[in-house]
Protein backbone atom coordinates (compact mmCIF):
# COMPACT_ATOMS: atom_id res chain seq x y z
CA UNK A 1 0.00 0.00 0.00
CA UNK A 2 3.11 2.13 -0.28
CA UNK A 3 2.40 3.34 -3.77
CA UNK A 4 -0.49 5.35 -3.31
CA UNK A 5 -0.21 8.59 -3.71
CA UNK A 6 -0.17 11.07 -0.54
CA UNK A 7 -4.35 12.32 -0.85
CA UNK A 8 -3.18 16.06 -0.12
CA UNK A 9 0.37 16.12 -2.50
CA UNK A 10 -2.60 18.13 -5.05
CA UNK A 11 -3.03 22.11 -3.87
CA UNK A 12 -5.10 24.94 -5.32
CA UNK A 13 -2.97 26.94 -7.75
CA UNK A 14 -1.10 23.33 -8.79
CA UNK A 15 -1.30 22.20 -12.39
CA UNK A 16 -4.13 19.73 -12.82
CA UNK A 17 -2.29 16.57 -13.74
CA UNK A 18 -2.59 15.22 -17.33
CA UNK A 19 -4.75 12.17 -18.32
CA UNK A 20 -6.06 10.30 -20.96
CA UNK A 21 -8.71 7.84 -20.26
CA UNK A 22 -11.17 5.41 -22.07
CA UNK A 23 -14.97 7.02 -21.87
CA UNK A 24 -18.16 5.55 -22.09
CA UNK A 25 -18.75 5.38 -26.07
CA UNK A 26 -15.43 3.89 -27.05
CA UNK A 27 -14.37 7.34 -27.07
CA UNK A 28 -10.92 8.95 -25.08
CA UNK A 29 -11.18 11.97 -22.50
CA UNK A 30 -7.99 13.66 -21.84
CA UNK A 31 -7.41 16.78 -19.88
CA UNK A 32 -6.31 18.41 -23.33
CA UNK A 33 -9.78 17.87 -24.51
CA UNK A 34 -10.72 20.73 -22.35
CA UNK A 35 -7.86 22.73 -22.71
CA UNK A 36 -8.95 26.89 -22.52
CA UNK A 37 -12.21 25.27 -20.70
CA UNK A 38 -13.26 25.10 -16.96
CA UNK A 39 -13.52 21.29 -15.75
CA UNK A 40 -15.35 19.78 -13.06
CA UNK A 41 -13.91 16.56 -12.65
CA UNK A 42 -15.21 13.99 -10.00
CA UNK A 43 -14.10 11.08 -8.45
CA UNK A 44 -16.28 8.05 -7.19
CA UNK A 45 -15.77 4.75 -6.20
CA UNK A 46 -18.17 3.20 -8.02
CA UNK A 47 -21.00 2.31 -11.12
CA UNK A 48 -24.29 1.31 -9.71
CA UNK A 49 -23.87 2.19 -6.10
CA UNK A 50 -26.70 4.55 -4.38
CA UNK A 51 -24.20 7.59 -3.76
CA UNK A 52 -22.66 7.09 -6.82
CA UNK A 53 -25.66 7.22 -9.00
CA UNK A 54 -27.18 9.86 -6.95
CA UNK A 55 -23.93 11.92 -7.76
CA UNK A 56 -24.25 11.20 -11.42
CA UNK A 57 -27.65 11.88 -11.59
CA UNK A 58 -27.27 15.43 -10.03
CA UNK A 59 -24.39 16.00 -11.82
CA UNK A 60 -26.06 15.25 -15.06
CA UNK A 61 -29.14 17.66 -13.68
CA UNK A 62 -26.83 20.41 -13.64
CA UNK A 63 -25.15 19.96 -16.63
CA UNK A 64 -27.22 22.91 -18.71
CA UNK A 65 -26.41 25.55 -15.97
CA UNK A 66 -22.73 23.91 -16.13
CA UNK A 67 -22.49 24.13 -20.11
CA UNK A 68 -23.73 28.05 -18.86
CA UNK A 69 -21.13 28.61 -16.86
CA UNK A 70 -18.90 27.48 -19.29
CA UNK A 71 -18.05 24.06 -17.41
CA UNK A 72 -17.23 20.92 -18.61
CA UNK A 73 -18.29 17.69 -16.32
CA UNK A 74 -16.01 14.79 -16.25
CA UNK A 75 -17.32 11.61 -14.00
CA UNK A 76 -13.81 8.68 -13.20
CA UNK A 77 -14.20 5.26 -11.44
CA UNK A 78 -11.91 2.45 -12.17
CA UNK A 79 -15.06 0.93 -13.74
CA UNK A 80 -14.77 -0.59 -16.93
CA UNK A 81 -15.74 1.78 -20.33
CA UNK A 82 -17.63 -0.98 -20.89
CA UNK A 83 -19.78 -0.79 -17.54
CA UNK A 84 -19.72 2.90 -17.94
CA UNK A 85 -21.85 2.51 -20.66
CA UNK A 86 -24.48 0.42 -19.33
CA UNK A 87 -24.12 2.66 -15.98
CA UNK A 88 -25.42 5.95 -18.13
CA UNK A 89 -28.03 3.75 -20.14
CA UNK A 90 -29.39 2.75 -17.19
CA UNK A 91 -29.82 6.37 -15.83
CA UNK A 92 -29.97 8.00 -19.36
CA UNK A 93 -26.64 10.10 -18.28
CA UNK A 94 -25.34 12.28 -20.58
CA UNK A 95 -22.48 13.47 -19.04
CA UNK A 96 -19.09 11.98 -19.86
CA UNK A 97 -17.40 8.93 -17.74
CA UNK A 98 -13.78 7.68 -18.20
CA UNK A 99 -12.76 4.61 -16.75
CA UNK A 100 -9.25 4.84 -15.02
CA UNK A 101 -8.81 0.94 -14.46
CA UNK A 102 -4.93 1.20 -13.81
CA UNK A 103 -6.14 3.81 -11.29
CA UNK A 104 -2.90 6.06 -12.54
CA UNK A 105 -5.02 9.22 -12.89
CA UNK A 106 -6.51 8.05 -9.35
CA UNK A 107 -3.41 7.94 -7.93
CA UNK A 108 -2.23 11.39 -9.81
CA UNK A 109 -5.32 13.04 -8.27
CA UNK A 110 -4.52 11.46 -4.60
CA UNK A 111 -7.77 9.99 -4.86
CA UNK A 112 -7.00 6.21 -4.83
CA UNK A 113 -6.55 5.98 -0.69
CA UNK A 114 -6.33 3.72 2.09
CA UNK A 115 -10.19 3.00 3.45
CA UNK A 116 -11.08 1.43 6.19
CA UNK A 117 -14.51 -0.35 6.90
CA UNK A 118 -16.05 -2.58 9.64
CA UNK A 119 -12.12 -2.66 10.50
CA UNK A 120 -10.93 -4.10 7.50
CA UNK A 121 -8.32 -1.34 5.64
CA UNK A 122 -8.67 -1.87 1.45
CA UNK A 123 -7.63 0.71 -1.27
CA UNK A 124 -10.36 3.03 -2.83
CA UNK A 125 -11.81 6.15 -4.32
CA UNK A 126 -11.94 9.03 -2.16
CA UNK A 127 -15.13 10.57 -3.44
CA UNK A 128 -13.42 14.30 -4.16
CA UNK A 129 -13.76 17.05 -7.00
CA UNK A 130 -11.62 19.17 -8.43
CA UNK A 131 -12.77 21.61 -10.59
CA UNK A 132 -10.23 23.03 -12.88
CA UNK A 133 -9.65 26.44 -14.43
CA UNK A 134 -9.53 27.75 -18.06
CA UNK A 135 -5.53 28.35 -16.88
CA UNK A 136 -5.14 24.16 -16.21
CA UNK A 137 -4.61 24.98 -12.96
CA UNK A 138 -6.78 23.63 -9.99
CA UNK A 139 -8.90 26.30 -8.59
CA UNK A 140 -11.29 24.33 -5.87
CA UNK A 141 -10.66 21.21 -4.73
CA UNK A 142 -13.01 18.98 -2.42
CA UNK A 143 -12.24 15.76 -0.78
CA UNK A 144 -14.62 13.35 1.13
CA UNK A 145 -17.14 14.73 -0.75
CA UNK A 146 -20.87 14.25 0.64
CA UNK A 147 -23.08 13.81 -2.30
CA UNK A 148 -25.97 15.65 -1.36
CA UNK A 149 -25.77 19.64 -2.76
CA UNK A 150 -22.30 18.85 -3.74
CA UNK A 151 -23.05 19.27 -7.45
CA UNK A 152 -24.75 22.40 -6.79
CA UNK A 153 -21.71 24.24 -4.80
CA UNK A 154 -19.46 22.77 -7.08
CA UNK A 155 -21.89 24.32 -9.90
CA UNK A 156 -21.44 27.65 -7.51
CA UNK A 157 -17.74 27.20 -7.57
CA UNK A 158 -17.77 27.46 -11.20
CA UNK A 159 -20.07 30.16 -12.19
CA UNK A 160 -17.70 32.54 -9.84
CA UNK A 161 -14.46 31.06 -11.11
Known amino acids: MT ?72 GVSPDSAAKHDKFRAKYELELPLASDETKETLQAYGVWVEKSMYGRKYLGVERSTFLIGEDGRIARIWRKVKVPGHAEAVLAAAKAL
Open 3 to 74: DIAKKDSLREGDAAPPFDLPGAGGRRIGLDTFAGKKLALYFYPKDDTSGCTKEAIDFNGLRAAFVEAGTAIV
